[in-house]
């Protein structure tokens, strides 16, 4: 209970960034840590949990944004209806993928490249269907009304991502201590084994993409609402992909802090890149790419797998065997 105790503290203390933080800056740097957090928390439930690692979780993203949009202007229907759907449709758009893929033995770096495909294929038919607005995207309508899923001010945004995170986290840590995500873990670790001990590894992994498809799914819907227009290249592209698996890889996959940690020091490093690079073309990724080497070299635990009493007590011994000596 210390982590859930923890975690609840964690954003308690978030949710009162508002009412201290009045720089709208300043508060839109936290809400896209935030966002990051969201993202790589989803994709920890598939990933760290249950082991498969996604190149094209922009996919799942794309389908929560563009339901919320076409559901709102070409229908009529709420946003607030459209976040639900959104949610549940890229959920279900994952279960789809996974099925066609984990029943045929895909895994590893197949099953990666599958959904790598998937999010592409995605991408051309919003640019070619006329209902997604095709390459010019969709521009939704400036309503700042709480009951049309946008806000007046940033805070209102901040809340309601906020709110969203929690869920994702707290749903990780269920799975930490459920038996299904003790299953996923089990199917992680070694897929065969597991299947011998009467674990259905295609259910598990089903499961799993239920889930991380639904919290993408709602970060997709998130992102069109606050921004209020969709880009194909963009919801579908590869930058939502490589931040999801990106954050928890630094942060500690499989953990339930991991994701938070890797988005708050990406994006201290996004800054510093800003600052000193300016708008240097490539330079974010330059910086990412680096940091993914030293995190797979160094640290393949991730931030979460620190262990300082350790470092500090070593170098100490190190200080009284010199001394010693």
């Not at 897929?191 to 799993?208: C, F, M, R, Y």
Request: with cysteine; charged share 10%; glycine share 12%.
């Amino acid at each position: 209970m210390r982590q859930l105790a923890l975690l609840l503290v964690v954003f308690a203390v978030l949710a009162a960034v508002p009412l201290v933080v009045k720089s709208d800056f300043w508060l839109n740097a936290v809400a896209l840590a935030l966002f990051s957090a969201l993202l790589g928390q989803s994709w920890n439930i598939l990933g760290g949990f249950a082991g498969q690692f996604s190149f094209g979780h922009a996919l799942f993203f794309g389908v929560g944004a563009y339901t919320v949009a076409v559901l709102q202007l070409r229908l009529g229907i709420n946003p607030w209806i459209g976040l639900i759907l959104g949610g549940a449709l890229a959920s279900a758009v994952a279960v789809v993928v996974g099925w066609l893929t984990f029943r045929y033995g895909l895994r590893g770096s197949y099953f990666a490249l599958v959904t790598l495909a998937f999010a592409e294929v995605f991408r051309i038919l919003a640019n070619s269907i006329p209902w997604t607005g095709a390459g010019e995207g969709m521009l939704i309508a400036l309503r700042p009304d709480p009951a049309m899923l946008q806000f007046k001010a940033l805070s209102g945004y901040y809340w309601l991502l906020l709110a969203i995170t929690l869920a994702c986290c707290l749903t990780v840590w269920w799975l930490g201590r459920s038996r299904l995500g003790a299953r996923m873990l089990a199917v992680r670790d070694n897929e065969d084994a597991a299947g011998a001990i009467g674990v259905n590894a295609l259910t598990v992994k089903l499961q799993a993409m239920a889930l991380t498809g639904l919290f993408t799914g709602l970060a997709g819907v998130f992102y069109a609402q606050r921004y209020l227009y969709i880009d194909p290249s963009i919801v579908f592209g590869p930058t939502e992909s490589i931040e999801s698996l990106l954050v928890p890889i630094v942060g500690g996959i499989g953990t339930l802090f991991g994701p938070l940690l890797g988005a708050a020091a990406l994006h201290v490093l996004g800054e510093l890149t800003q600052t000193l690079m300016g708008d240097t073309p490539g330079a974010n990724m330059v910086t990412y790419g680096t940091v993914l080497v030293v995190m797979v070299l160094f640290l393949p635990r991730g931030l979460a797998g620190l262990r300082l009493r350790r470092i500090f007590a070593g170098r100490q011994a190190a200080r009284q065997g010199g001394g010693n000596a």
